[in-house]
């Protein structure tokens, strides 16, 4: 990264990478990760890549999108992203948004307020494209120009003047893949703008209106779980194959035999996991199986499209996305006839179904949605299932706050319940709660596998978690001593997971990471060998 | 009537329509989806550590605990003090508190003015010398309120100015964002230099706005009263059209969207709202999107078509 300032006209004028990152003006990290040289390496695309991908902004591709081949393509894609940027301004178009991007664009007082809160700006060493304001600024100035009437004249006078160009339009989407929307900005806003909406709004209008998304989130996303069920390409036939591996390997680490109930109609509760769990950390729908089965819950998993994966990528990016697999989630409840939905450890289907579905569903969809953390509190508090804590006393546990259950949600409390009720060495990293440090891995960024995307997570989005977890370990950090960082949620357990291999954190600190249920059925009397297996996965 | 009258009377009227305009604009937008963001102070036994309805077990069947009290304390903590600036900004807190107090006190100066002004039209006397309490009262205010508010403001601005000129807020800015500071510097400057000079207890003024009041001519006034006069009417004209004007705004992103946690109950109000815009018609031109029917369509009819189990 280059000391100079990168201005609104580099941005949208100057040919070639616009900026470079440099890892020696990262803030540094706390011990053993002081020194430079332990830090992950930062990869450039291959010259091939360059060449071929638009990757202008900072040399990172996320969207892989090809680089067009004449003026008239250029002009084509300027003047469709204008058409969606008007669109955004339509009351029937963006019902869903238009009055908290109204605000958000009218009322930004350029503060910088919201500037320190931003863990991305201020672990890349204050890297100007980075500041929350920037791309808002962007747009703001796009809109003030393009779509308000008179704006081309006022555009001058006010020094907003911005030319909207291929080269600029090219940048402006991979910056919208720079930001995890945590929202962390807003919360710090005096006047409450908005700057993580208006991230999704820009990405809207390259998936909404241009047909442009990143992969991992669209064509093998959202679109890939409404063809065949789930995000993971996981159909029907082979989850059920699953579920039924599943049940077998409970029983041989558990001795309890059971079937795990599916497709049950009238079941009480219909819990749907994140499908990624059954293929990466398949001990997380195995310790909820345990759970509701020791303590008589009347539940269903389902194997119908969709009802067996909760993810629900729209919320990053897609409104439509997000409308079609929400609504498909409560057409199987309904079927089912369950009274209401619990979402398993995943935070954005947390927000998904319970906070922002909650504009979409009407009548018979509008069935009860709940966390799992509030039902896990109630089997623990109430002595549903027995439990000695002690039973992980040979490990220390921190908790990792999701930023779409906490500061997006409110569910803060209950997880801390049960925590402390099977851990008796549980500290807080801080800050915590609503005031967390996003996983890094927030708004698709954890599943944006390609490239060098991860680098840029390793690097920059996910070092404010890394230096939180070690600041809490700090004084136990040696590998003698069992450390686990617990994240109820798929997308940040990815995005530590990813993290902690990145820096070799569990060889050289012996930290693991995994979710809160596990901890639960370790600590259950219940159960003679322990379920939580220390090796890295 | 004199050009500054008519200029007074059509700055207030524009100004009044123009905010209220917006206000409606945006009142009248569509529901939105929920965008809710936590600490929410208005939930009770909550709010301290940001917690939400959501955290109880089948919440929807539990009644909702809702503290206003709460929700107040923190709207006079954030409007009187600017906690959010103070917390996560202090070095332009130093200027932004003097600045906004400064405001506030001219609203409480403004008021004290037609106060002063309709009083004095009833054929009270307006001084430190009146004999009826309230007429003494209305003095000291208008003298206090009005030196405090525009010292305050101008010593604000200036802060702020220097800060917009160097670090992020340099960078962040635009010509519209020094000229909108400087502008409103040049109100606070004149008046002052009009209280220190020629209008040491705003009687001046006062005068000019009871004959605005009672609609009759305005005797003279001094060249530097009537330049601060000028500036503030061509302020009026402007304000309304900047960011400046976000303490109008504010009221919706706080209460319609960041503390707006109201759930959508079955058969209610905000379900019905939710009917109405799935029945609005969608033009999206992206492949995936079914363009021009509604988005209720949009959001089912994939199911037919794309459905390949």
Redesign the interface.
Known sequence: MSKK?T?FKDFCKQEGQLVEIDPSRFPPLPPPYDKLELEPKFRKLSEENQKKLECDLDGISAFKFPRPQTDEEKRELVE?FL??LR?LY????N??????L???M????????C???CPIYRESG?M?IY?P??RS?ILRRLYKKYIKPGGKFFAR????DIEASWTMIARLMELAYRCTIC?RC?????????NG?LTRELRKIF?????IAVEPL?AKGS?NQ????SSTGM??TPYLDNVEFLEDEVEERTGMKFRWPMDKAGADVLLIHNAGEYLAWPENPEAFAIILEAAGINYTLSSE?CAYDGVNYGVWYD???F??VA??HATVAKKLGVK?IVIGECGHAHKAL???A??????DF?I?R??S???L??IVVNGRIKLDASRNDDITTTLHDPCNL?????????QRDVLRAVSNHFREMEPH???NYCCGGGSGFAITQDLNFPDFRHNISSRAKLRQILDVFQDIIGPEHKKYVCAPCSNCKGAIRDMLAAYGVFERCNILYGGLVELVVNAMVDIEKPFLEWEWH | MSGLQLACYLAVVFFVVVVAAKMIRIARMPIHIRWDLYPIPHEKGRNSYGGSYFEEIDWWTKPTQVSKISELKEMAKEIVFIQSVFHHNKPLWVFSFPFHFGMYCLVGFTVMVILGAILSAAGVEIAAGSTGALAVAVHYLTVILGAAGFILGALGGIGLLFSRMSGDLRKASVRSDYANLVFLLAVFVSAIVTWSTVDPDFALLRGLVQSLITIQPAGPIPTALAVQVWLMVALLFYFPFTHMSHMFGKYFTYHKIRWEDHPNIRGGKIEKQVEEALGYKITWGAPHIKSGGSWAEACTDWTEDDKNE
């Open positions: 300032e201005s469709k058409n969606g669109k339509d009351r029937e178009d019902w869903t948004f238009l009055q908290p109204f605000l958000s009218e009322y930004c007082a350029k503060c910088q307020t500037a320190a809160a204050n100007d500041r304001t920037f600024d006078i006010s020094g907003n929202r807003a919360q710090t806003c005096p006047i409450g703008v908005d909406l998936s909404q209106e241009m047909g669209h679109v409404l063809k065949v069920g159909s029907r499209l409104d439509v996305q409308a079609k609504l498909q209401k319970t906070v922002i909650d504009r979409v569903f009407a009548g509008n009860p709940e966390s953390m509030t039902l509190r109630d906490v500061r997006l949600m409110g569910v803060v409390k209950p709660g609503v005031y």
